[in-house]
Structures are given as C-alpha cells and as structure tokens.
C-alpha cells in the first residue's frame, strides 16, 4: 500500500508540474467547467419562473440534484481523468509499456493524471448542495447528510465502473475512439429525477441499470429521509460495478494484442 502512495503522489507531481506549465490554459478549463455549470443551473431556474414543482420535486431539490450529478462526475474526473486516455494507448500501442510495469495496470491508467482544473468545480457545487439541501422541506438531519455523503462516494465508484468498463471495450474496438461518450451520456441522464420518466424506465434506472444511482439516489435521502433501501441500492450498485469491471478489465488484458503484434 506504501508503495502505491508513492507513485500516486508522483503522478500527483508530474500532473502539477503540467498544468503550472500552461497556466493560461489551466484557468481557462476552470473558467469552462464552471461556466458549463452555471449554465444549466439558469436553465433549472427558468423553468421554474414558471411552475412550483417538476414531477413533484421542488427548486430546492433540484439544485441540489443537478449540482450532485456534476459533483460526482468532478470527482470522478479529478481522480480518473486519465481513463479518457485509454483508447489512444491501446490505438498507438503504449499501453505496451503500462501492462509490463511491475505495478497494477488498472491503478496506472485510471490515476495516471490527476485533473486539477476540476477541483474549484468540487468546492463550488459542494457548496450549492450544502446551502440548498438545508432549504429543502423539511430540512435534512445530521443522518441523511451522512446517508447522503455515502451515497455520493457509491456514485462515484458507479460512474468509474461504467467509465472503465466503457474504455475497457477499446480493446476489442481499437478503431473506436469516442467510446467517453457513452459515459457522457449517463452523466447527461444523472442530472435528472427519475420521475419524469415513464415507470417502467425508472425501476430500468435504478434495478436493471446503474443509472439513477449516480445522482438520484443520494438526493432521494436528503429529500424523503433515512432510507435503508437506498442506502442498499447504491451500495450494491457500487460493490457490483467494482467488482464486475475489476473481472472483465483482467479477462480484456488477457485478449489484448499490442500494436506491434
């Protein structure tokens, strides 16, 4: 375990060292992330100049979830960004030189970068959620914010289970290079209640899918309260996509051919 802090921390450096070498650069990613942000909360704002709730869920609820759906996926995006690289290696044929290191390949290439333009996105809808999740009716106690917190951790792990498994499929695509797509889209789908979809596609969203697990779930408990099935569906989501991608990541290696063979 030692061992692996010290090359995380070198990655850590190395990430540093690069985005102080293109300042400008750095500041304009943060100044887009954020924007991107703004944005669709004055769109969650317009829509209710004109009505009180949306599928029965108030402003309040609904910043809370549209700034954790961007939370989850900002966490996601500082501690794996480099899983978008993945392509590229197997394309280019240097992920050659990451599945002869002595080191864990999938620990290499999901924290290989570390994205530090998405860390300000951290603290500013960290705090969207703390200051408008205390105005929802009635207000969450100090068990739901635990629940949610938890929940939120789940959501992340969920989101880098569909990531990974998503570039993991490059193996066998090599052609294919917009594979982060599909993952955009479950961060698209995230930002919405599950109630404004038909039945039958929510209890899709939550048993059959991973969906409404990522953001949906944890703002369900600090909006209808202490639930143990909650916490149940997002942990055992999370526990499932670990566990499911951990498998199919080392049966991909076993089939994957470099590019020089």
């Known amino acids: 375990m030692r061992r692996y802090a010290k090359i995380y921390r070198q990655f ?6 690069r985005e102080l070498e293109f300042r400008v650069n750095f500041l304009a990613k943060i100044l887009r992330n954020l924007t991107w942000a703004v944005f669709f909360s004055l769109i969650v704002l317009v829509i209710f100049q004109r009505t009180k709730t949306v ?17 989850t996926y900002s966490i996601h995006a500082v501690f794996a960004t480099s899983l978008s690289e993945l392509p590229q290696q197997i394309r280019l044929g240097t992920l050659d030189f990451v599945v002869t290191k002595p080191v864990d390949s999938q620990f290499w290439v999901s924290s290989r970068r570390f994205s530090f333009d998405r860390v300000a996105d951290i603290f500013v809808q960290g705090s969207v959620i703390a200051w408008f999740g ?17 929940l939120l951790l789940c959501g992340v792990a969920i989101f880098y289970g569909i990531t990974l498994l998503l570039m ?23 930002r919405y209640p599950l109630e404004i979809f038909p039945r039958l596609t929510q209890r899709i969203m939550l048993f059959g899918l991973p969906l ?22 997002g942990t055992s989501w999370a526990v499932f996509m670990l566990v ?13 051919s470099s590019a020089s063979s």
């Open 212 to 233: 409404g697990a990522v953001a949906y779930v944890p703002t369900m408990i600090l909006r209808t309260g202490w639930s143990p099935q909650l916490l149940a569906i």
């Open 244 to 256: 499911t991608t951990r498998l199919f990541w080392r049966r991909a290696l076993r089939d994957y």
């Open 55 to 71: 599928a029965g869920w108030t402003l309040n609820e609904m910043l809370v979830l549209t700034a954790t759906s961007f939370l």
């Open 134 to 150: 205390s105005r929802i009716s009635p207000a969450p106690d100090a068990l739901q914010w635990a629940g949610f917190v938890w």
């Open 12 to 17: 850590f450096l190395s990430s540093l060292a």
């Open 168 to 190: 993991t499929l490059s193996i066998y695509f090599v052609r294919v290079d917009n594979l982060w797509v599909l993952g955009e889209m479950v961060f698209d789908v995230s």
